[in-house]
């Protein structure tokens, strides 16, 4: 559970991988790999697993769509070790045309919480004009901001640098964190 319990992490998605994509996300310092992510390509419905590291000896987290091809598609999180479900995560279709948003479900499908791209102005010039602004994301539970996610400047390398560190971080389990940020680089990432 090491992995848990940084407040701030960068993820990086690797360059033109041809059959499939790969995400690593380090601890703040971009020294020690603690997820592993390693996509396989042409998938109708997104099975995705998080392993420690590039050996992927160890599973951490399952994200699994509920059914393929959905325009407001849900993702269920598991946990491996203990095969308790975290919640899920649901991206709001057409809102997300504009500008991505997508909501946090408990263990229920209740609402608790929200991400969403940062201006609805600079999601538009990133969707028609350029690439070249990066993305900043909020993560909000029950109205209280628990994370940043920003986007660094490299139009061809997808990189976040995430920031869990706010007084109101502690709502938001980082099992959970963590399974955003990997969404957040494979579905909205289809859009770059």
């Known amino acids: 559970m090491q992995q848990y319990t940084f407040n701030k992490y960068f993820a990086k998605k690797s360059f033109l991988k041809i059959f499939g994509g790969e995400i690593r996300i380090f601890d703040e310092n971009k020294t020690n790999l603690l997820f592993f992510v390693k996509q396989k390509a042409f998938k109708l419905k997104e099975d995705i697993t998080v392993y420690a590291d590039e050996t992927k000896s160890k599973e951490l987290l399952k994200i699994k769509a509920r059914s393929m091809i959905d325009f407001s598609a ?75 996610l920003k986007q660094t400047f490299n139009p061809f390398v997808p990189q976040f640098n995430i920031d869990f560190s706010s007084d109101s971080a502690n709502a938001l389990d980082r099992r959970m964190g963590i399974a955003i940020v990997i969404l957040l680089q494979i579905i909205e990432g289809r859009q770059q």
Request: glycine residues 6%.
């Open 74 to 148: 849900i993702y269920d999180v598991v946990d491996v070790s203990s095969n308790e479900p975290m919640g899920a995560l649901r991206r709001k279709g057409f809102k997300s045309i504009l500008k991505d948003s997508w909501e946090i479900l408990d263990t229920k499908d209740q609402v608790i919480g929200s991400i969403d791209e940062d201006s609805m102005l600079k999601a538009i010039l990133r969707r028609f004009l350029t690439n070249l602004i990066p993305q900043t994301f909020f993560i909000t539970i029950n109205k209280n901001q628990v994370g940043v």
